[in-house]
């Protein structure tokens, strides 16, 4: 028997992602929006742009910037209300998104512009922001933003020593658990975010982000379906 | 040797290889990298010969010179006006460009003021601005009607092969249209008949890419328009 089978709190296998649903267009004004759901964690993506940027001194002469937005709904943890507006980690989190996402999008076309992307955390059950890129590059793709690839982003880690992919909120807490947001290039496989939170070592480390690569090829596959279905039906 | 993995016509998304091999050449809305030729949008594979083109599905009106568009004027200087056409940067009309002539020092508002919607053509783009002129046939000031948003990449089936689309919805509802390749449509005529008008333009920037949509178009104009004949019949008796 592999290890690999070993069964998980939620019966999950270590390398088997929460069930995935995703879709496109949800948010009508915008100029592209997408939803991603991995198991109890729901983020929105909404993008606006490209568009004038102002104030002025923020303006790219060079290329178009892009700006993101992470935020958590006050309803959307399960214990207490979220209390609403920025915080410490929401910002921290905003700026990484867009370091994750940036890579990949070609704005040259689109000097001293912007290009907005609202990313909303309806439910939360851990791996929000990796949801959050996940739907963030639907909603770019959506929007008609010349892009050099997606990004495809998941959770993995370290849980009673066992590399995992896609923690849960319970994983996550669980004593000397391992928890690292990864988001990836599917097609180049190059890293875009890199976030470890734990202690562990290089060859636990190398394994598990194999694992992770090999679980963001999934939601590449259901990103990729997701954006061809919609303009297949319309 | 070069080898081709999508289909003409075939949906695709960005990053998506397209072929492998320097036997094909990227061209619109794709790139090269290595030997691979990849996708930077999502839309509709068109391979004509070597060349591969997406036609995008999505995205903002990207401004080329020598086009019509309707926007709204925003703003004004002491010379220009600055013109929503609906893309990534404002464009700007020179009171040197518009037909009437305007006098050194007079007040622009005079002539376009805030929240008038004109059709106008793009005149120059770089990097820096997009201008606007008023100087040719049918562009003007447009006073009243409707004016409706459809996505730029589906004027061109509005419009029709030699403006055939367009002049069947002309001709059998005579309403006054125009259609700036930003993806603002003006409508002016009978109220009932506008009505009917932006239905059918409505359609068809929901149908565009299916086959067969001028003959549908010919006969739901005809099928709207006996309908609303009927209707005014009886009203008369």
Known sequence: MKEKSKARIDGRTNDQLRPIEAKIGVVSRADGSAVFKIGKTIAYAAVYGPRALHPKFLQNPEKGILRCNYNMMSFSGSGERVKPGPTRRSREISMVTEKALVPVLSLEQYPNAVVDVYVELLQTDSGTRCAGISAAAMALADAGIPMKDLISSVSVGLVNGNSVVDLTKEEEDSEGAVDIALAVMPRKKEVTLLQLDGILSKDQLRKTLELGIKACEQIYKIQQNTLKEKYKNE | ?237
């Open chain 2, 1 to 237: 040797m070069g080898e081709l993995l999508i289909k003409d016509k075939e949906i695709v998304t960005p990053g998506q290889v397209l072929a492998v091999g320097m036997d094909y050449l990227p061209a619109q809305n794709s790139f090269r990298e290595g030997d691979k030729v990849i996708s930077s949008v999502i839309g509709i594979t068109n391979v004509s010969g070597r060349l591969i083109r997406i036609i995008s599905l999505r995205g903002k009106y990207s401004p080329k010179e020598g086009d019509t568009v309707i926007g709204k004027i925003l703003d004004m200087s002491f010379n220009n006006w600055f013109v929503d056409i609906d893309c990534a940067a404002d464009a700007v009309l020179s009171m040197r460009e518009v037909s009437e002539f305007v006098e050194r020092g007079a007040d622009l508002s005079q002539y376009y003021t805030f929240g008038d919607i004109i059709l106008v053509g793009v005149s120059k783009v770089t990097r820096s601005a997009i201008e606007l002129s008023m100087r040719g046939p049918g562009l003007r000031k447009l006073f009243g009607g409707v004016l409706l948003k459809v996505n730029p990449s589906k004027v061109p089936r509005i419009i029709g092969k030699q403006g055939s689309m367009i002049n069947t919805i002309k001709d059998s509802t005579g309403c006054k249209i125009s259609v700036g390749q930003n993806g603002f449509v003006w409508i002016q005529g009978e109220p009932e008949k506008e009505l009917i008008a932006v239905d059918i333009i409505n359609l068809i920037s929901k149908e565009a890419h299916k086959e067969g949509l001028t003959d549908k178009i010919t006969g739901l104009l005809q099928e709207k328009l006996g309908k609303q004949n009927e209707r005014e019949k009886q009203s008369k008796d």
